[in-house]
């Protein structure tokens, strides 16, 4: 799935089913606010990371899972892709490339080089946070030497993937080790196929 920049406020209520929640989760809305209507507990937020986290740890949730199924049986593979896939150029500006995300209205896009598509980093809006006015001009470098100036670079510049043959569990593993949320699917040849992000977890979970 092609992960885009839409968040609708949502309100749970803690004495309730999590369906309406997952149903949310699974299509544009990343958090949710919950409340506890008897006012025995305070307000606090669910995260997509929540859902996720809960699942691994406890697989009996969703019985009808085997996470030791692959990506690929479980529907992401070349033939089931509904979108093509956003990348961002090794030597193109950080610039053209943050401008081909809000274009394609999009949180998350892999670096790649010009000839193989081989993946090489990972940028997301995040990634914005550390710019201030003494290191915007940064953003006029190629996009490799942009993502060595952030604070995060060595993860940025080694992103997290998997491929159509990586088992659930450890995809899920993976995930919440890293605490990221989105995983880039490649080829033998590290050419980068497709991406999983939370919400297509979450679309998962809620068909079952």
């Known amino acids: ?52 986290k809960y699942v691994y740890d406890n697989p009996e949730c969703l019985p009808e899972i085997d996470y030791n199924s692959s990506l690929r049986s479980l529907g992401w593979s070349n033939e089931n892709k509904k979108n093509e896939l956003v990348v961002g150029y090794a030597n193109e500006t950080a610039l053209n490339v943050y401008r081909r995300m809000a274009f394609k209205n999009l949180i998350g896009i892999p670096i790649v080089d010009g000839v193989n598509q081989q993946i090489l980093g990972n940028l997301s809006l995040s990634d914005l946070r550390g710019l201030n006015y003494e290191s915007i001009d940064l953003l006029v470098l190629p996009i490799l030497e942009f993502l060595k100036h952030l604070p995060n ?56």
């Open 1 to 52: 799935m092609i992960e885009k920049v839409i968040e609708f406020f949502f309100k749970t209520d803690a004495n309730e089913e999590l369906h309406d929640t997952l149903v949310a989760f699974s299509k544009d809305t990343h958090r949710s606010l919950v409340i506890d209507y008897t006012n025995k507990t305070s307000p606090y937020i669910l995260t997509q990371t929540d859902i996720i």
């Open 153 to 208: 670079s060595e993860n940025i510049l080694n992103p997290k993937v998997v491929t159509y043959d990586t088992s659930l569990k450890e995809t899920l593993k993976i995930i919440i080790d890293n605490h990221i949320h989105r995983i880039w699917i490649i080829d033998e040849n590290k050419k980068v196929l497709d991406v999983i992000t939370l919400t297509d977890l979450i679309n998962l979970f809620s068909k079952f």
